[in-house]
């Protein structure tokens, strides 16, 4: 997929190696935002930009096969992301996951988690990947609506441990990427 730059100078591009930082310091922002309240406190104060970087990096240098990252970017700084390939648990249905889709707060509701979406879909179809699933925290409820005006459909449900701490997690679906991409007016 080729680079766009919209009128909104934001620009939604594959992301390399050197964008890993950028990358982790809106996950780790992003985490401890929205998840305030939903995942205790000491859990979001241990996560670990440079951490995260170091496994970002490492990802995006030796991608897994049919996986992919990409960046929003504003004035060269790192405003969003997502990563995503195919579905990790072998579901028969949804044939490819979007990983991770995180916008920094105050770049929220301009329309770039949307772009991201758009993205990562236009990569998993070129990879023959036409159904997708994305997990939400069933807590999230600002996340689990924004999927939901996507066309999502709740259609799974998971319990993850993170670092000890039960949570519960929403798959939402979307079975025909083909049709649903040609609905969006890209």
Avoid at 9 to 18: E, F, G, H, Y
């Amino acid at each position: 997929m080729e680079s766009n730059q919209p009128p909104d100078n934001v620009l939604i591009r594959p992301a390399t190696p050197k964008d890993a930082e950028g990358i982790a310091w809106v996950h780790v922002e992003t985490w401890r935002a929205a998840y305030a309240g939903l995942i205790p406190a000491n859990v979001l104060a241990q996560l670990s930009v440079e951490q995260d970087a170091q496994q970002i990096r490492e990802r995006i240098t030796h991608p897994p096969p049919g996986s992919f990252w990409w960046v929003a970017e504003k004035a060269g700084r790192i405003v969003g992301f997502a990563s995503g390939g195919p579905e990790r648990s072998g579901d028969e249905i949804y044939r490819g996951e979007i990983y991770a889709l995180y916008v920094l707060p105050t770049f929220q509701r301009q329309g770039i988690g949307t772009r991201l979406v758009l993205a990562s879909v236009q990569t998993l179809i070129q990879n023959g990947l036409t159904s997708m699933l994305i997990w939400v925290l069933a807590d999230n409820h600002p996340g689990r609506a924004f999927y939901a005006r996507l066309g999502g459909q709740p259609t799974r449900e998971q319990t993850i441990t993170l670092r000890g701490i039960s949570l519960q997690e929403i798959g939402y679906g979307w079975e025909d990427l083909t049709t649903w991409l040609a609905s969006q007016r890209v």
